[in-house]
């Protein structure tokens, strides 16, 4: 009996599981290259990241067995206008928990086999984040009906990917031997940077005229709002990350210019990532207001939380500022209330089975403003 229960409540797992793991390992990886130090924080590190990789691993199977024991229920699942976005988020976990080994796990694994484990995560990643950087939206022209009103920050994860390729795989130039391959290695890594944030310009974009033209939905859907955050906060990591080991692939002038772009880059990006701070925390707290019910949508609290404490990060990194310091470790405070709140409820609703129902139907969300009074 309890195989088949188990067999039924994991009947309708999604990819959107991944984003636990995305939400984990980023406070892995953010608190090992925190600016601000302090004690303890490398031992919990490890741990976070040790739970992340565990995680990891856990869903691979899971969600590639429902894959085999359901298939028509996991089609159905590249077929919903909404959750077929998050197929984007199993790329992102495992370049995620591969760069955590790099940073954190070298000490828990050893080195040699960290960096393998790295390797196999960014390049697995890396594959299947360019195949959904181009099938979804693909889906999305050519099959999913899509209404003037459904923009919205699941858009953004399926095209993600390539822009964590980018940062992560600046880890990875320092592993590499010198020559060709490295720079093309280098230069790869900068197209899947323009790839990732040209597409996510033209969405952010297109999230904005939704909201400005017809509002929020006023469901779970909102705290998607804060995957904004991604695309902004990982391209300032990547233009950091790529600058500083530049030098490791291209010539030394042409490597200051790649460092220089890290701050010229970053600092315009980083005031945007303000704003829509922002403006996300102020549309979260009003719905929560009216009665945002929990989903595994609020793990979008996390990773693009996590993506603008490593890029402040890479700013204090650069510039030397005490400010970016402080203000990395105030968004990295901010970062573990919201995964601790989140991994809670996620838990909670984990054990009563709730979060294991099918997504919604792939009808429309409709957006609404508040009356005029």
């Given at each position: 009996m309890a195989t088949t229960h188990s067999h039924e409540v994991l009947g309708n797992i999604g990819p959107n599981w991944f984003a636990s793991v995305m939400g984990t390992g980023i406070v892995a990886t953010a608190g090992a290259t925190l600016p601000i130090q302090f004690r303890g924080l490398q031992a919990f590190t490890q741990i976070v990241w040790v739970v992340a990789a565990v995680l990891l691993a856990v869903l691979l199977v899971v969600v590639g067995g429902h894959w085999v024991r359901h298939p028509t229920t996991a089609r159905s699942h590249a077929r919903n206008p909404q959750m077929a976005h998050f197929y984007g988020a199993a790329p992102m976990a495992m370049m995620t928990v591969g760069s955590g080994a790099l940073l954190v796990g070298q000490s828990v694994v050893g080195s040699r086999l960290a960096v393998d484990l790295a390797w196999v995560l960014w390049t697995a990643g890396t594959i299947s984040g360019l195949f959904t950087a181009v099938s979804i939206p693909y889906l999305m022209f050519t099959q999913h009906h899509v209404e003037p009103d459904a923009a919205f920050g699941g858009w953004l994860m399926p095209i993600v990917p390539p822009m964590v390729s980018a940062a992560t795989g600046a880890l990875l130039l320092s592993h590499m031997a010198p020559g060709t391959g490295r720079t093309t290695m280098f230069y790869g890594l900068y197209a899947m940077f323009g790839l990732s944030l040209v597409a996510a310009l033209i969405i952010i974009s297109m999230i904005w005229s939704r909201l400005a033209l017809?509002?929020?939905?006023?469901?779970?859907?909102?705290?998607?709002?804060?995957?904004?955050?991604?695309?902004?906060?990982?391209?300032?990591?990547?233009?950091?990350?790529?600058?500083?080991?530049?030098h490791l692939a291209v010539a030394p002038a042409l490597a200051e210019n790649f460092n220089a772009l890290a701050v010229l880059f970053g600092v315009p990006v980083w005031g945007f990532a303000v704003l829509w701070?922002?403006?996300?925390?102020?549309?979260?707290?009003?719905?929560?207001?009216?009665?945002?019910?929990?989903?595994?949508?609020?793990?979008?609290?996390?990773?693009?939380?996590g993506t603008?404490?490593?890029?402040?990060?890479?700013?204090?990194?650069?510039?030397?500022?005490?400010?970016?310091?402080?203000?990395?470790?105030?968004?990295?405070?901010?970062?573990?209330?919201?995964?601790?709140?989140?991994?809670?409820?996620?838990?909670?609703?984990?054990?009563?089975?709730?979060?294991?129902?099918?997504?919604?139907n792939a009808g429309p969300v409709r957006a609404s403003k508040d009356p005029i009074t």
């Open positions: 017809y509002g929020t939905s006023g469901t779970a859907r909102v705290p998607t709002l804060w995957i904004v955050l991604g695309p902004l906060g990982q391209s300032i990591t990547a233009a950091g990350l790529l600058g500083l080991n530049a701070i922002a403006l996300a925390a102020s549309l979260t707290v009003r719905t929560l207001r009216r009665g945002m019910p929990f989903a595994l949508t609020w793990w979008s609290l996390t990773f693009p939380v603008f404490v490593t890029g402040t990060t890479q700013l204090a990194v650069h510039t030397s500022l005490p400010a970016f310091k402080v203000a990395a470790a105030l968004a990295y405070a901010g970062l573990l209330c919201t995964w601790l709140l989140v991994a809670v409820r996620t838990m909670r609703g984990s054990l009563r089975g709730n979060l294991f129902a099918p997504p919604p």
